[in-house]
């Protein structure tokens, strides 16, 4: 019976700590010592967003997002759309977009789909340990999605590269899912440029628009300098240290995640996560849209 109440008592304190932390934990905390973007870094952002959110839209010439920024896409320069019925559950939508203004090649993926089994299908396909990527790990259906999305799109993206000068910049951008695709599929550009025209590493940039956790930590740090993730204040995905596919497959049974993500977060020390190569992280280098005050959000 006293071994019974000890370990119970031993649980609650456990647990006491974790709701603690928890309770008095906000998303500023996580960037509270990073430095300020400069207007310049962060110039793109907003476009590349509204970009993104053009893949939702049924109509691009009587969208349904206002401009972001001022920022008016051209309907004119669309180059090609592709849907769910094209991509065969491979791929969520995409979009590819000539900005002769910005002189960007885009191409822009959009998120999850709560309707769409497909989407499901991709995010629990994660054979996390089983397969290395350039040096460290990655979520295998992210990978598999990129993967198909440069075979269906290299000649597409090379011509257009090719045609309109060396001084466009290739970009890949994607939000929720899309975003762990377009990451992915920028580091497998930025290793085999000659698919794409011979295109220099400088002229590739990707934009991850509240990250999906896709890559491990060596392989963000490593790609840094042409990913950009955007995370907004407290989002879940790109923070949530539990694997993806364990949350959907436990989503009929939350209190039981919610018990294995107290007992992980209290007793398992935070340099033992960070010597585990197999550990996902968001991609690349990091912006986070904050506002920096307790209990407040604008």
């Not at 799109?153 to 994607?174: I, K, P, Q």
Request: with cysteine; glycine share 6%.
């Amino acid at each position: 019976m006293s071994v019974a109440c000890g370990f119970e008592c031993v649980f609650l304190l456990g647990f006491s700590r974790w709701a603690w932390k928890r309770c008095t934990y906000v998303g500023s905390d996580d960037s509270s010592a990073w430095p300020l973007a400069t207007p310049d870094e962060f110039d793109a952002v907003p476009r590349i967003c509204r970009l993104i959110l053009a893949v939702y839209e049924p109509d691009l010439r009587n969208p349904q997002f206002p401009p972001a920024g001022g920022y008016r896409l051209n309907p004119d320069w669309l180059v090609k759309r592709v849907t769910y019925q094209q991509t065969l559950g491979r791929s969520p939508p995409y979009l590819i977009y000539l900005d002769h203004h910005h002189r960007e090649i885009v191409l822009a993926i959009r998120g999850l789909n709560l309707a769409k089994e497909s989407d499901y299908k991709l995010l629990l396909n994660n054979r996390l340990g089983m397969q290395m990527f350039d040096g460290g790990y990655v979520h295998y259906g992210l990978l598999k999605s990129a993967i198909w999305l440069l075979n269906q799109e290299s000649d597409t993206l090379r011509t257009l590269w090719l045609d309109n000068g060396s001084d466009y910049t290739m970009v890949f951008a994607g939000h929720s899912l899309g975003s762990g695709v377009a990451a992915l599929l920028t580091i497998i550009v930025v290793n085999h440029r000659d698919r794409l025209g011979g295109i220099p590493r400088n002229k590739v940039r990707c934009y991850s628009v509240a990250p999906a956790r896709c890559m491990s930590l060596n392989l963000a740090v490593k790609y840094a300098d042409v990913v950009n993730s955007i995370i907004l204040q407290d989002d879940f995905l790109p923070r949530t240290a539990t694997p993806l596919e364990d949350i959907f497959k436990s989503i009929f049974c939350l209190p039981c995640l919610l018990f294995l993500v107290c007992l992980r977060d209290t007793f398992i020390p935070e340099g033992r996560k960070l010597r585990d190569p197999r550990r996902l992280y968001a991609p690349g280098r990091m912006y986070h849209i904050v506002e920096r005050r307790f209990c407040r959000y604008n």
